[in-house]
């Protein structure tokens, strides 16, 4: 049980572009999901927080007219990169909690977005 | 604010071995949630074991098991009997409901086991 997709697993795309990434709550309703961004051989850096039908909470520092986040429903959150740039390029990680704080969170395998 | 240590960026331990790795933290909060996620080559986020701050009995899942130090804000995690797919990036992470359901993670220890 808990299991947590993402699509596409990689992706490469053109400078300008724009680009979505899904998130899937396979076997549970998800009422938070969390979308990280991850370097190499870095820890996992939070970019924002979304509640289903609620408008996301980003972190500071992450532009939320770059990265459109939307949770429309309990087992679906999106993650688009708008305009994407070279420096856009990284590997995206969510995650989603079943319910309350005290539940852990199950994350995606991640998606690996290459811009050139 | 809510910070997670871990000191060892890098650990090794021989196939069949033991090797405990470390993680503090630093909170004002007395109710929250601290955990060990290990991440594969695979780069998927695996939960290994959880504990509960409220709980003073030390979280077991058969291998691996934490020495939870609240006094101290330290939560280590041993893995016994270490096996060749043990090996990965681990990262400690602590919750609290104050934070919105926030994880906060460490800079992860990088785990190589030795056959």
């Known amino acids: 049980g808990a299991v947590v997709s993402q699509h596409p697993s990689r992706v490469i795309c053109k400078s300008g572009t724009s680009v979505k990434i899904e998130c899937r709550s396979l076997?549970?309703?998800?009422?938070?999901m969390f979308w990280y961004r991850q370097f190499p051989k870095q820890s996992l850096m939070l970019m924002a927080t979304?509640?289903?039908?609620?408008?996301?909470?980003?972190e500071q520092g992450v532009e939320k007219d770059k990265f459109l986040i939307n949770h429309a429903s309990l087992t679906l959150s999106t993650l688009t990169v708008t305009s994407a740039h070279p420096e856009d390029s990284s590997f995206y990680i969510c995650?989603?909690?079943?319910?309350?704080?005290?539940?852990?969170?199950?994350f995606g395998p991640g998606t690996r977005l290459t811009v050139l | 604010a809510q910070t997670v240590t871990q000191s060892q960026p890098e650990m090794s331990v021989q196939e069949a071995e033991t090797v405990t790795l470390s993680c503090t933290y630093d909170?004002?909060?007395?109710?929250?949630?601290l955990f060990w996620y290990k991440q594969p080559p695979s780069r998927q986020m695996i939960l290994v074991i959880r504990?509960?701050?409220?709980?003073?009995q030390n979280a077991t899942e058969n291998r691996f098991s934490v020495n939870f130090q609240k006094a101290a804000k330290s939560f280590s995690l041993k893995i016994s009997d270490s096996q060749l797919g043990d090996a990965a990036m681990y990262f400690c992470?602590?919750?609290?409901?104050?934070?919105?359901?926030?994880?906060?993670f460490g800079t992860g220890t990088s785990l190589t086991v030795i056959p």
């Open positions: 995650s989603a909690s079943m319910r309350g704080w005290a539940d852990t969170q199950y």
């Open positions: 076997d549970f309703q998800a009422t938070t």
């Open positions: 979304s509640n289903e039908g609620s408008k996301a909470t980003y």
């Open positions: 909170t004002s909060e007395s109710d929250y949630y």
């Open positions: 504990q509960e701050a409220y709980k003073q």
């Open positions: 992470a602590y919750r609290t409901p104050n934070t919105g359901n926030q994880f906060y």
